[in-house]
């Protein structure tokens, strides 16, 4: 092997680290008792390590340049480095939270962790990949050990359900996304992004009608991945039946992958037809806007709403790649980053409200969460408020930067829907935040969770507090990510 | 008179052959059946290979294939009841939905067929010298230039496999054997529990 070939795998370092702890973990799982917290710790040390080693690749050993391997197949850049570490520490905070539910249910508890791992490694390998094969791999490989951890309650018929549903309309998902891309590989006769954007930025004009299939099976396939109209109706449903750990995992790192996979392939590769796939996701955003918060507005169930809002908040997300410039696609990479951390926080609050035998669902059972707990109460409260876009939180700076981008590329009604659309939101939001505070509580039980745990929720609130306050940082980051 | 074009007789046979056996394997009624369409499916796909010089290739679909994988496809397929009341039901009832998508999707592929970027100049029948190693070029391209998407299959493979036994295995399996030396240490005060109650009038 010459040296060039080694140089391929320093920038694919964290990955394989990552590989050779999950298999470690899967290893360790055969000779601990099924009780055991030794998969959990060593899995949490892992995320933790290849965090660092992410960095410290990318800092240190690449310089902080961006570097292409393996036939420009897989690229290492500042936005896939930050990607990364944002979802490696959604991941450890699900991972986290998820430590006790788990533990009370009948799940197989270190084959979760191991899948955990396992779709963490396919989401940085998503956030890196630079060609059609890989970002397909990729794709897939942190979507199955999605499926099977959210059909892992055998105990529950909605679970099994949820993950059936999952796998088969994913599965669709997939399909189409792949008859876009044999579309594309057809015409342009590469797989690599590189490739393919000078192929369409030079013969552009005689290829119109075939790149526009590409175009639109390529997008309605990544639509299905991240959950908005006209491919949602999975959405509601998987996250209500599965296990409330895994609808969190469902719920926040992937769609920071899913935006990596939609980022780089509509403005590296198909950048030339900017205009098609912008009124292609203008219909898209405007439709899951009102979809997803009219339906929010009337449902009982909070895993329900969080679905909806999610697909609302995806819809949110879309703006900023529809203004097409680089101040919109960094408001939209801070908007998903910061929909990941608040919805981490708001899932976690839910999961540390469960005790054994008891599934919170309901809207009802957050009713007088602040005498049963304020701090847990209060941490809801955060998120809600932010979700709903409250100055100081994070949410009101992601949007307002999602609304200046809009508005420098003149596209004033759509500024207007999505206010409007907010407005709509911050009815829903703010019913839940009513419960916890001015509602009599069913029972009057006190809410118990681990030291650990209680320390990683406040950390997560209080970060979206002080990244309202202080945006700055987390701006600077998404703006390098971007402008490369 | 001009030799009889052999290939090209092969091809069209063995493609309408493809195309008629991947038909059956969604129409049949019959599960073992329609398994069955699929080995055949298989079998003419290993033909077309077979003229494009892919020799190694279409002899590990028969191999792998044929040999393994529709086997114990067989086997799950015959251990299963299907209802095929049932099946028929919701085959007319999709119908409509299934023909028009049918339409779309290869409307789609013949439109961009038909385009002038695939013409028969462009797509020759490839010719490699008879000292041509097919399984080589095949290797040597895999584990180069593809080898980061070669390796995340190899893991995805992991993960199906995890997920299958998670899903499925329902912890240690004790049976229903007696355990014996438990028998012997029951005590007493294990079993019986003697309750202090009033007596009842009669």
């Known amino acids: ?484 | 008179m001009a030799p009889l074009p052999i290939p090209d007789i092969l091809f069209v046979i063995a493609s309408v052959a493809l195309i008629t056996s991947a038909v059956l394997v969604v129409t049949i009624r019959n599960p073992v059946r329609s398994v069955l369409s699929l080995v055949l499916c298989f079998l003419f796909t290993t033909i077309l290979w077979l003229l494009l010089q892919a020799e190694f290739l279409s002899l590990v679909l028969i191999f792998v294939y044929i040999g393994a994988v529709m086997t114990l496809f067989m086997f799950v397929v015959m251990m299963m009841h299907v209802d095929k009341r049932m099946l028929s039901e919701k085959f007319v009832s999709y119908l409509p939905l299934g023909v028009g998508l049918l339409v779309v999707f290869v409307g789609l592929i013949v439109y961009a067929l038909h385009h002038h970027n695939f013409t028969k100049a462009a797509y020759v029948m490839p010719h490699f010298p008879a000292n041509y190693h097919n399984t080589e070029s095949l290797g040597a391209v895999l584990y180069t230039h593809y080898v980061l998407a070669f390796e995340m299959a190899s893991v995805i493979l992991l993960v199906a496999l995890l997920a299958a036994i998670s899903l499925v295995f329902q912890g240690r399996q004790s049976g229903k054997s007696q355990c014996v030396d438990k028998q012997i240490q029951a005590k007493k005060k294990d079993r019986l529990v003697v309750i202090d109650m009033k007596s009842e009038a009669p």
Not at chain 1, 206 to 225: E, Q
Not at chain 1, 309 to 322: F, K, N, R
Request: proline residues 3%; charged residues 10%.
């Open chain 1, 1 to 484: 092997m010459t040296v060039d070939t080694l140089m391929n795998f320093v920038p694919i370092t964290p990955e394989l680290f990552l590989l050779v702890m999950a298999c470690t973990t899967l290893l360790l799982a055969a000779f601990v008792r099924p009780n055991s917290q030794a998969c959990y710790f060593l899995s949490q040390l892992s995320l933790i390590l290849t965090a660092v080693l992410v960095v410290h690749t990318f800092f240190v050993s690449d310089q902080g340049m961006t570097v292409t391997a393996f036939h420009d197949m897989f690229v290492f850049d500042y936005l896939a480095m930050l990607l990364k570490v944002t979802a490696i520490v959604v991941v450890f905070f699900s991972l986290l939270y998820s430590r006790s539910y788990n533990a009370d249910r009948p799940m197989s508890q270190h084959e979760y962790h191991v899948l955990a791992l396992l779709s963490t490694l396919g989401m940085m390998l998503l956030i890196s990949a630079h060609g059609l094969l890989t970002m397909y791999l990729g794709l897939e490989l942190f979507s199955l050990p999605l499926y099977a951890m959210v059909a892992m309650r055998r105990d529950s018929f909605r679970s099994v359900e949820a993950g059936m549903k999952y796998f088969v309309i994913s599965a669709v998902g997939s399909g189409l996304l792949l008859y876009g891309f044999s579309f594309l590989f057809g015409v342009t006769g590469s797989l690599t992004l590189t490739d393919i954007a000078h192929h369409i930025a030079g013969a552009y004009a005689s290829h119109d009608a075939l790149l526009l299939i590409a175009l639109v099976f390529s997008v309605a396939g990544i639509a299905f991945k991240l959950g908005v109209v006209p491919f949602q109706m999975w959405v509601p449903d998987v996250y209500d039946g599965a296990p409330t750990s895994a609808t969190l995992f469902v719920a926040a790192a992937p769609k920071l992958a899913a935006f990596a996979l939609m980022f780089r392939l509509l403005t590296h590769a198909m950048s030339a037809l900017q205009a098609e796939w912008q009124v292609l996701l203008i219909v898209i955003a405007v439709l899951s806007m009102l979809l997803g918060n009219f339906s929010a507005l009337v449902q009982t169930s909070i895993k329900r709403l969080f679905a909806y809002s999610s697909i609302a908040h995806m819809g949110y997300m879309l703006l900023g790649l529809i203004a097409g410039t680089s101040l919109g696609y960094t408001a939209a990479l801070f908007y998903v980053i910061s929909y990941a951390i608040m919805t981490a926080a708001g899932f976690g609050v839910i999961l540390l409200m469960n005790r054994q035998g008891v599934d919170i669902n309901e809207l009802d059972d957050l009713k007088g969460l602040s005498t049963r707990s304020p701090w847990l109460a209060f941490i809801m409260l955060l998120v809600m408020f932010s979700m709903a876009g409250v100055p100081p939180l994070l949410g009101f700076i992601a949007k307002v930067q999602l609304l200046e981008a809009l508005v420098q590329v003149h596209l004033i009604w759509l500024v207007v829907v999505t206010l409007l659309m907010s407005v709509v939101g911050v009815f829903y939001y703010l019913r839940i935040v009513q419960r916890m505070y001015f509602e009599e509580p069913v029972t009057e039980e006190k809410i118990h969770y681990r030291l650990d745990t209680g320390v990683g929720i406040s950390l997560n609130g209080l970060l979206m507090l002080f990244l309202g306050i202080f945006p700055d940082a987390l701006y600077v980051l998404a703006t390098h990510a971007i402008s490369g």
